[in-house]
């Protein structure tokens, strides 16, 4: 089922963007005062290409809105799991690893009289 909306999906869109760009924006009418569009009147009818092509867009909007939240519903609701849990308990099955143990070194300690005096200081003797 997603394969078909994912197919309709991406076919609707690229359809979407054809339309778009075969549409005229609201300043190009202006030149059709100096002759430009005489022509397409004659061919879609006294107002233009402009009607069906907004029908038409706004079809494929509609069609594109759908699709987009049908993917999104089925993409939310088939998940089932996180991949990154199921992997690491299977790596841990079969490698059977333990848990690790803390090793404890002891750090020998020296008395503040057999430490050496720091560097550039200089101590009082008498």
């Known amino acids: 089922m997603t394969t078909i909306l994912t197919v309709a999906h991406i076919s609707v869109s690229l359809f979407l963007i054809i339309i778009i ?4 924006g609201k300043g190009a009418d202006a030149g059709a005062v100096f002759g430009g569009g005489g022509s397409s009147q004659s061919l879609f009818g006294s107002e233009g290409p402009v009607p069906l092509l907004n029908k038409i867009t706004t079809a494929s909007a509609i069609i594109f809105m759908v699709t987009s939240v049908s993917l999104a ?3 939310s609701t088939s998940s089932t799991g996180s991949l990154m849990s199921t992997a690491s308990q299977a790596v841990m099955v079969e490698e059977k690893i333990e848990p690790a143990t803390e090793k ?3 750090i020998p300690t020296i008395a503040a009289e057999e430490a050496a005096p720091a560097p550039g200081t200089q101590k009082d003797q008498e």
């Open 21 to 24: 760009l075969l549409q005229h």
């Open 104 to 106: 404890v070194i002891p």
């Open 73 to 75: 519903y089925f993409s």
